[in-house]
């Protein structure tokens, strides 16, 4: 395969590398080196790729940056009893300019998922995103993307793409491929009520930094319907993370955001999932940390997915029918795992998106709601989508 765009690791977490255990993770994954080039990736499940690409950084100054520290912390983690296999494929380094960075990710990105490897991306700016979903135009005919983020990232998308207006980017840009975008986490402070309007508008999905830290498990759902998760560190309360990294004395814990990584893994629709906006400094320990616990709750969670969304074994599921005032609502519930779904009825008279969006994950407190006359948000919004 070609991933000519791929840098070693470097020579110095390598030698960090051969001190730890021999249970440790770094000691039980295939890792891009100097000595042994890129390894056989047959049989690999997971791959991590670093991108050292922060031009689209509204406040990029000319730093550089390495993700070392990163490197050195996972790698020095106990793997789980899991039984996928993983590599460490190295560095995507800066290109000659941000779009030449792109491309290298996309096809580098392209090429993993058509192999059925599931790529984890730690980058630097969010803005890598848009690289990430433009790897799906030949892959999948509409995507679902997941921002963990205290800002929508919607932006001026008349103006060049930065790490606050990527999405604005996704949404305009052709091919049209995004059916939803849903942003988990946000802080209203941080968005204008013209982004927070035009959310409504898309029907995308937003849950509130408040909802997500009352009940995290409202993100599942979420997590189940999507293909892209992109988790952007400034999300993360300032006294989670070292100095640099410091956005908001408000934000998800480090508990919360690896809750989020492992629902992302769990999911069977997740392909790609990516942590961005990582900014090392001196005190860099507690992040570099912070983000190895976030990968390792993401395998960890791979390793839990199991197929329950497929129904045609009427011995996997249980199917329920509810009435509203407005509609008929038909629940199914997985007797494996316990997990919910909802149908979208489809309108004849409409060229809808998808028909594979037809059941939509959910949760009991929607169907419990719905026996109350309650149609969920959710359905709601999917539904409106397929009118528009």
């Known amino acids: 395969m070609n991933f000519n765009f791929l840098s070693p690791v470097s020579d110095a977490v390598l030698a960090h590398n051969e001190l730890l255990s021999p249970q440790a993770l770094g000691r039980k994954i295939e ?72 491309f290298a990710l996309k096809e580098t990105l392209a090429l993993l998922i058509q192999k059925r490897i599931l790529p984890i991306i730690i980058g630097g700016s969010q803005d890598l995103t848009y690289a990430n979903y433009r790897a799906y135009d030949s892959l999948m005919p509409m995507i679902n993307v997941v921002n963990v983020d205290a800002r929508f990232d919607l932006g001026d998308a008349s103006k060049p793409i930065n790490n606050n207006s990527f999405v604005g980017k996704i949404i305009l840009d052709q091919p049209y491929n995004l059916f939803n975008y849903s942003a988990i986490g946000y802080q209203t402070y941080f968005n204008s009520q013209e982004e927070i309007d035009l959310m409504e508008q898309l029907y995308f999905e937003s849950y509130r930094l408040g909802e997500v830290s009352h009940d995290v498990t409202i993100v599942e759902p979420v997590m189940r319907d999507a293909n892209i998760v992109s988790v952007d560190l400034g999300a993360v309360k300032a006294s989670e993370v070292s100095v640099k990294q410091r956005q908001s004395p408000n934000g998800l814990t480090g508990k919360e955001i690896c809750a989020v990584s492992r629902y992302a893994g769990i999911s069977n629709k997740v392909s790609s999932f990516g942590i961005y906006e990582y900014k090392p400094s001196q005190d860099d320990e507690m992040t570099a940390m912070l983000v190895a616990q976030m990968l390792w709750y993401f395998i960890e969670g791979v390793n839990c997915r199991v197929k329950d969304d497929v129904f045609t074994n009427e011995n996997k599921y249980q199917k329920y029918t509810t009435l509203t005032d407005s509609e008929e609502l038909i629940f199914y519930k997985s007797t494996d795992t316990g997990r919910w779904w909802i149908e979208i009825p489809f309108l004849g008279n409409i060229n809808n998106k998808l028909k594979k969006h037809t059941l939509l994950p959910c949760t009991h407190k929607d169907y419990i709601e719905a026996c109350e006359n309650k149609i969920p948000n959710r359905w709601y919004k999917a539904y409106q989508k397929n009118n528009i």
């Open 31 to 102: 890792i891009h080196s100097n000595q042994n080039g890129i390894p056989d990736i047959d049989d690999v499940s997971i791959a991590i790729i670093g991108v050292l690409e922060d031009r689209g950084d509204i406040n990029y100054i000319g730093e550089e940056f390495n993700l070392s520290e990163i490197r050195k912390s996972f790698y020095s983690l106990f793997p789980g009893t899991w039984n996928t296999a993983i590599a460490d494929l190295g560095d995507i380094n800066k290109g000659e300019t941000v779009e030449d960075t792109y």
